[in-house]
């Protein structure tokens, strides 16, 4: 901490906003802003020079529209070479292009640490400083006593476990090492370490679970003009939002609307049905909607039911995973429609498939709770156990990682002396959760399980 | 009572000749100070008083780290061992390490002769009864008075501390409890009260020796021989620089016949030792007879280490464990006293001795002396600096035992820094600070400051965080400059040393630079040696990576320089490591500006606002040196870091201000 290495934090406010930006200072904070950024049209990022493109993510999937800058060290606010990306307001959103910069090389910023390298660069004045650092230190501790409350029950139980196992392998593997010759018990770590692993996965899917519990998700409506996307909207609303006419091409422009749906905080975006058109205001708005499908965290794409099998297809087109198909005016056919056949032979990929009608509540009940699944996902098995605070879910994803390394290690029967670097750095980046110092706890986890000594 | 006083002040006194004293008189003396060893017995300088064993891993480090700074540790071991191995060979090349067993009277012997041949140093045989500060005054500069037990009085200008377990010391076998610093010793009793007169605040540990017993009691045919390294190894740092320390002469002829010996390394003559274990019957001798135990009846109440547990607490602690290892270890070349390694205890001796002979090795076997448990004090945490120095009393410097730490060769680390810096300090010079990324010794000395002792305190591989820049084959190359700056070790040998780096940077340059295609040349030639084919463009470096290649296979490929084996193994070793290393390197550049950036003597840390109490009370008792070492403290959270480095930053603005405005000196 507090080096030179690249720190990443959203700067903005968090909660629904129509913009969020997000902020990088460190050596690295241009070559990881160049590679998870990709400019609309080719060349560099300049310094102070506004550039539009897209964050892709590893496997080159686009995460948001956005617009960066870089700032070179000394013209910043930390005095610090620095980024800034400026992206879609959804929390989700804000937290895939974080997770981005994180997996490119970035660190998630302690509490005021932009301020304090500022400070430190001699950027900003001591008052200042000062006032931001009292902040600081009653944050942390505050942090640090919510942290323990949350700490005290299943996901303590959950961690502490986790730890234990990782705790008693990295005590073999440093115990082979430091006593050679006290006939120290063979263990095969492999078992304790995918334990581990799997039981740090399971936390890492409740945290995706319990974050959208806690700070909702964007749900957008596309399909084909007429598709029935702002009858949809009202009725999941339960009132009229959009204006819902016969005709093709009456929603122009994105329309937001906040609904609860089985106890989970949506926002429900109708966007302009997209269709080929000449008229610039139509495709004004059918810009927007594409806009908008890029921010969602759940795309629900509508399809006629009695319409073209292409409008099929077109659904499907933008991110299956994330989509959930909705075949509309099913009570128009007097039994299932065909269209409904096809598309349950699309899912998967797509993410979930349900037939409904304006006039049939039961249908839209279904398609409610289609929604709030797909939203949350699988819930994790240790019921209650989950990280909600950003840093920890980082810090655990790092333990996961360095976990991922050790058992390739131990696949090609690296030598345990290089396998206890890589667990320790998994209990490092724990301890960073509950607080515990592994270099304390090491020694007396070898000496308790292991007889040894002269 | 008035004192006989010596003529002229010595520059350094040393209150011990142990592992570390000797080691402090040796290097104050080298760097041109007037010293005096003082010791209870010159028979028994650095005297082995466990077990005759030096090195191991972290320790055998240690000694190497000794070595490169011109301490005489590893070269003593050199001429007097009767047995070496490289332990961890199977393992990575960063935790291989040298262990020795020595000869334990000849390596007293040969430490004393090479103390005698020290110009500048005096050896005296007393025990001091008293240490007196005294204030510099006209005409003397000695800030210390040492009053021996026959009366005579030493005055030094810089004190250096190396009590071991004689303050206080007091020793237990069963029922009987006697003071003693070691076994047929007397202890420091007076020191001890004298310390606490100072104010030091002291804490009590604990540790213990097993039986020895005699070799012609012993059924050698029932052990399983354990034989020295077939091929030469040393704790000196000779190869590749010239050749090794010969063996004493003792060693040179045959060995006693007592000990059988089946093949004698041609390189270095030695003996093996011989492993056994522990019985059924042996246990249940402990088992019924654990109210007689000492430790278990309250007798003993120092703190012993975990990592040295009693034969006793081992039993009791690991009940399903059916047998213990021990390995029976000669204590010399001609002597038949053999250690139990393995077995430390302070049970009655009677008991001892009817355990022992539980085991069917030793069914007719003698104790020559019983193992035996010691209590003794130590100075609490929080008193030292990172020289060694006492933060209490300027001139006064602490190595070993008296600092809560166990084991001769980190006592001997602690002994050679604190003489360095005594003479540093009375020079005028800057002290010898090695960092944690340096040295075992700065990770050592780091723990001693920052951490608080709860148990004897010995190095482990695993408190060296970047313990793969710290390997036992790079030490010259860590160490030799700062030997070189202080004049610890000669300059032909600095020179050699960076001839050494400089053909080591040639071959990493070669290895980098170098590419390699994969042409059918080339994969025919790899084939031809068994290696998996190319299938894309490398260098020499990453195919050296390769687990199954090695520095000859890529050479044939390729154009690289033909440099000495020890460079070619060093470059192997590396490329091995390969992201590991890399990875460490970047950890420690990106702790570096931490690490240096000093926390200003002057600054009050009672007195910060927005410091959680805790951080603000372990910071005032450590006292870091750098923001570093205050990141390191148990009880700081990097919150408190953050105001630290602002508290730091306007205190510096505040000193700065104050001395722009402060009057001119006049005239």
Not at chain 1, 353 to 378: E, F, K, N
Not at chain 2, 195 to 218: C, E, H, N, S, V
Not at chain 2, 229 to 253: D, K, L, M, Q
Not at chain 2, 350 to 359: G, H, N, T
Request: glycine share 8%.
């Amino acid at each position: 901490m507090l080096t030179s290495d690249t720190i990443v934090a959203v700067a903005t406010a968090p909660g629904a906003a129509a913009l969020a930006v997000i902020r990088l200072s460190g050596d690295a904070a241009h070559a990881i802003v160049a590679a998870v950024f990709r400019p609309r049209r080719a060349g560099r990022l300049r310094p102070m020079r506004l550039r539009y493109g897209w964050v892709v993510d590893g496997h080159g999937a686009l995460v948001d529209e956005v617009l960066a800058v870089v700032m070179r060290a000394p013209h910043s606010y930390t005095a610090e070479d620095m980024a800034e990306i400026s992206c879609h307001g959804g929390t989700l959103v804000v937290q895939r292009i974080i997770a981005c910069l994180l997996a490119a090389g970035a660190r998630a910023a302690q509490p005021g640490e932009f301020t304090l390298r500022a400070f430190l660069n001699g950027r900003i004045d001591l008052t200042r400083a000062e006032a931001v650092m009292d902040v600081v230190a009653a944050r942390s501790e505050r942090a640090l006593a919510l942290a323990h409350q949350q700490l005290r029950g299943a996901l303590g139980d959950a961690i502490g476990q986790l730890r234990e196992e990782l705790l008693g392998a990295l005590a073999y593997c440093t115990a082979l090492v430091d006593f050679p010759e006290d006939g120290v018990d063979a263990l095969e770590v492999g078992e304790p370490l995918r334990r581990a692993r799997a039981a740090a996965q399971r936390l890492l899917d409740g945290a995706a679970h319990a974050m959208r519990v806690r700070e909702g998700a964007r749900v957008v409506l596309c399909g084909r003009p007429n598709a029935g996307k702002s009858s949809l909207l009202n009725a999941l609303l339960g009132h009229d939002r959009a204006i819902v006419t016969p005709y093709a091409g009456t929603t122009r422009d994105t329309i937001e609307a906040h609904a609860d749906l089985g106890g989970l905080a949506l926002t429900l975006v109708d966007t302009a049905g997209i269709a080929p058109t000449d008229d610039p205001i139509e495709a004004l708005g059918i810009e927007r909607s594409h806009q908008a499908i890029a921010s969602a965290d759940l795309i629900v794409a509508l399809v006629d039911a009695t319409g073209a099998v292409a409008a099929l297809h077109e659904a499907l087109a933008h991110d299956p995973a994330r989509t959930l198909l909705v075949l509309t005016k099913c009570d128009r056919w007097p039994e299932t429609p065909p269209l409904v056949a096809l598309a349950h032979a699309h899912a998967p990929p797509c993410a979930g498939v349900v037939a409904v009608s304006i006039h049939q509540p039961a249908t839209l009940a279904a398609c409610a709770s289609a929604i709030t699944t797909i939203v949350l996902g699988a819930p994790a098995d240790d019921a209650g156990a989950a990280l909600t605070r950003p840093r920890h879910r980082d810090a655990l994803r790092r333990a996961a990682a360095a976990l991922d390394v050790a058992l390739a290690g131990v696949a090609e029967h690296r030598s345990p002396d290089l396998l206890a670097l890589d667990i320790h750095d998994a209990v490092l980046a724990l301890d960073e959760i509950t607080g515990a110092h592994v270099d304390d706890d090491l020694l007396a986890a070898i000496f308790s399980r292991f007889c040894i000594g002269k | 009572m008035s004192t006989p006083r010596s003529t002229t002040p010595y520059d350094v006194i040393v209150v011990g000749a142990g592992h570390a004293g000797c080691e402090a008189a040796h290097a104050a003396a080298r760097l041109g100070c007037r010293t005096l060893l003082i010791t209870i017995d010159l028979d028994r300088l650095a005297h082995m008083s466990c077990n005759p064993s030096i090195g191991g891993p972290a320790k055998g480090h240690l000694v190497r780290e000794i070595d490169a700074l011109g301490g005489l540790m590893g070269r003593i071991t050199d001429q007097t061992f009767i047995q070496i191995r490289l332990l961890n060979e199977s393992k990575g090349p960063a935790v291989q390490a040298l262990r020795a067993q020595a000869d334990k009277r000849l390596y007293a012997a040969a430490m004393k002769r090479a103390l005698e041949h020290t110009p500048g140093l005096d050896l005296r045989q007393a025990l001091v009864e008293r240490i007196v500060p005294l204030q510099p005054a006209d005409g003397s500069p000695a800030r210390f008075a040492v009053i021996t037990h026959t009366g005579r009085r030493y005055d030094g200008r810089a004190l250096v501390l190396t009590t071991g377990t004689f303050l206080r010391g007091r020793a237990v076998t069963g029922e009987a409890v006697w003071a003693a610093g070691r076994a047929g010793e007397a202890p420091a009793d007076a020191l001890a009260g004298d310390l606490a007169g100072l104010g030091f605040p002291l804490i009590r540990l604990k540790t213990g020796t097993p039986p020895r017993i005699d070799a012609r009691t012993i059924d050698f045919s029932l052990c399983e021989p354990q034989d020295g390294s077939p091929t030469p190894c040393y704790f000196g740092h000779y190869a590749p620089y010239g050749p090794a320390e010969p063996p004493e002469p003792w060693i040179a002829g045959a060995p006693s016949p007592v000990y059988p010996v089946a093949a004698m390394p041609a390189w270095r003559p030695q003996l093996p030792c011989f492993l056994i274990h522990t019985t059924d019957a042996f246990h249940e001798i402990v088992r019924r007879n654990l109210h007689r135990a000492p430790l278990f009846t309250g007798v003993i109440e120092g703190v012993g280490p975990r990592y040295c547990p009693s034969i006793e607490d081992k039993i009791v602690r690991f009940q399903d464990k059916p047998a213990h290892g021990m390995f029976l270890e000669p204590e010399g070349w001609h002597t038949t006293e053999v250690y139990v390694q393995g077995c430390n205890t302070s049970l009655p001796e009677d008991v001892q001795w009817a355990m022992l002979r539980s085991i069917p090795a030793l069914q007719r076997v003698e104790l020559m002396r019983s193992g035996y448990a010691i209590e003794y004090d130590a100075i609490a945490a929080g008193e030292l600096t990172a020289t060694l120095a006492a933060r209490r009393l300027d001139g006064l410097f602490l190595a070993g035992q008296i600092n809560g730490t166990t084991g001769y060769e980190e006592a001997a680390a602690q002994g050679l820094l604190a003489g360095i810096n005594a003479a540093c300090w009375l020079q005028r010079r800057a002290p010898l600070i090695l960092r944690r990324d340096e040295a075992y010794l700065g990770v050592l000395v780091d723990d001693l400051v920052t951490k608080a002792l709860h148990e004897p305190y010995r190095m482990f591989t695993s408190r060296a965080e970047h313990r793969l820049l710290l390997r036992h084959d790079t030490a010259d190359l860590r160490l030799a400059p700062h030997a070189a700056r202080l004049g610890l070790i000669d300059p032909q040998h600095a020179a050699r040393v960076e001839q050494r780096r400089a053909a080591l940077g040639r071959v990493r340059a070669a290895l980098e630079q170098q590419r390699i295609y994969p042409s059918a040349a080339v994969n025919a030639r790899l084939r031809e040696r068994g290696i998996a084919e190319l299938l894309h463009e490398t260098t020499a470096a990453l195919l050296l990576r390769r687990p199954d290649v090695c520095y000859a296979d890529v050479r044939s490929l390729t154009e690289l320089p033909d440099e000495a084996p020890h460079i070619i193994a060093q470059a192997e070793t590396e490329a091995r490591y390969g992201g590991y290393l890399e990875r460490q390197e970047r950890e420690v550049a990106r702790t570096q500006r931490m690490e240096q950036h000093p926390v200003p003597d002057d600054l009050d840390v009672a007195r910060i606002a927005g410091l959680r109490l805790e951080a603000r009370q372990v910071l005032a008792r450590v006292r870091p040196r750098t923001v570093g070492q205050a990141s390191r403290l148990a009880g700081v959270n990097p919150a408190d870091i953050a105001v630290l480095l602002v508290a730091i930053r306007r205190h510096e603005q505040q000193r700065a201000a104050a001395r722009a405005t402060a009057p001119e000196p006049g005239p």
